[in-house]
């Protein structure tokens, strides 16, 4: 699937020199614990806990603060997280890491708090403003220890190199990219997760599986990447409908966890696509969520690609269809009705009723830069294909056609 343009090759040369490493993964019921057991064994007492003031406040965190007491630590608690992080929120988690001379950071919550807590973890070591560690490698002091518990399971920050924070004044998406940033460990703990409700689970578990397509879809995979991008794209379509419909199966959401986790890892290695470069400006104008941007987008970007990767969705299609038989290009078509079918089954809409003509202009012209130089795309759109697209998703028509 390798193919030698400048990303791609670029790509390819950054995930053979500055290889990333898979956080040690605590599963199931009760893996909060275990983490919190393992950090501290490590000797780190004075953790700064990020989350967000909802899981404080209805509880959910009282087990995890009463352990850590127990275990001696002296904890400082950042709960000033909010949807798409600012400067300003990441400046004032650095503040009360300072201020309580924290030895580690521990994130509980989605991804948001995730990100916010690896930028925090970074800067607390490094004298530089923040500014100075946006880009690709720009973190060159290693960060606090971090540990994290995401209690979403669709942005695959538990084991991603990247944090993503947005300008306070613009709101622009700034990028953190650095191995440094992937956590030491992560639990994956059901528990954390049951109370996600249906349709944010919907959302984020589309944003899983769009991480998982686009890595097996890039210009720059590997074994273990597709491997592990196949086996979230597998349990992601049995496991997903099975956890919006019952968010207390505490299987299928451990099953829906783990899916996000590997296709965070896949995606890190094997980049991403135009999903995302075009998701990104719509949150970034709008303030959409970016699970759901990303869900209402994908099928769209899969009737572009198929001509460039007919082969790979037909592999897709035959595994959840052992029986299936045509040519490629048919298989093609049947993966991308059943991503149809998916979406529908588990309450995605069709359509952004936000999106707006006179934005096109600037929302194309952002998704083509930041793909041209980001991501290892299977197919390259111009400007009137993402403006196909963006008009079918604001009338909400899904099945288009590109010459």
């Known amino acids: 699937m390798f193919s030698k343009t400048p990303i791609a090759y670029g790509l390819r040369v950054v995930s053979t020199l500055f290889p990333v490493q898979k956080p040690l993964l605590f599963s199931g019921a009760g893996s909060l614990g275990k983490l919190v057991d393992y950090m501290t064994e490590g000797g780190y007492r004075r953790p700064l806990l990020v989350t967000d003031a909802f899981l404080l406040q209805n509880g959910m965190l009282d087990g995890l603060l009463a352990q850590l007491r127990d275990l001696g630590c002296e904890v400082t608690v950042f709960d000033g997280i909010i949807p798409n992080p600012t400067f300003a929120v990441v400046e004032a988690g650095l503040a009360q890491s300072r201020a309580g001379n924290c030895d580690a950071v521990l994130a509980v919550g989605g991804g948001s708090a995730i990100d916010a807590a690896k ?14 560690l946006v880009g690709n490698l720009k973190i060159k002091v290693p960060p606090l220890p971090f540990f994290v518990a995401p209690t979403t399971s669709g942005t695959g920050s538990e084991t991603t190199v990247a944090a993503v924070i947005s300008d306070t004044q613009t709101h622009k998406k700034r990028f953190f990219v650095s191995p440094k940033l992937v956590p030491i460990a992560a639990a994956l703990d059901p528990e954390l997760l049951k109370s996600l409700p249906a349709a944010m689970t919907a ?19 590997f074994d273990d990447t597709d491997r592990d991008a196949r ?8 496991y997903l409908p099975v956890v919006v419909a019952d968010g207390n199966n505490l299987e299928a959401r451990e099953k829906v966890a783990l899916a996000s986790f590997l296709a965070g890892y896949a995606f890190t290695k094997a980049s991403l696509g ?17 699970g759901l941007a990303n869900a209402i ?18 592999a897709l299609e035959r595994m959840f269809d052992p029986q299936a038989s045509g040519s ?10 059943r991503v149809d079918a998916l979406q529908d089954q588990i309450g995605i809409p069709d359509r952004l009723e ?20 980001t991501y290892a795309v299977p197919r390259v759109m111009k400007k009137p294909d993402v403006q196909r697209i963006l008009e ?12």
């Not at 959302?203 to 995979?221: C, K, L, P, Q, W």
């Not at 490629?328 to 993966?335: E, I, P, Q, R």
């Open 392 to 403: 079918a998703t604001a009338r909400g028509e899904r099945d288009l056609s590109f010459t």
């Open 328 to 337: 490629d290009d048919a298989l093609a078509t049947a993966f991308i009705a």
């Open 354 to 373: 936000d999106l707006q003509p006179a934005d096109y202009d600037k929302i194309t012209a952002d998704a083509l830069a930041e793909a041209r130089v």
């Open 203 to 221: 959302a984020v578990g589309m944003d899983a599986f769009t991480h998982a397509i686009e890595a097996y879809t890039s210009r720059n995979t």
């Open 119 to 132: 930028v925090i973890a970074a800067a607390h070591t490094d004298a530089r403003p923040l500014a100075k």
């Open 274 to 290: 135009y999903v995302h470069a075009i998701s990104h400006q719509i949150s970034a104008q709008y303030n959409t969520p970016h």
């Open 297 to 314: 987008i994908l099928p769209r970007v899969l009737r572009f690609n198929k001509p460039a990767v007919a082969d790979r969705l037909a």
């Open 231 to 238: 086996m979230a794209i597998a349990l992601l379509g049995k």
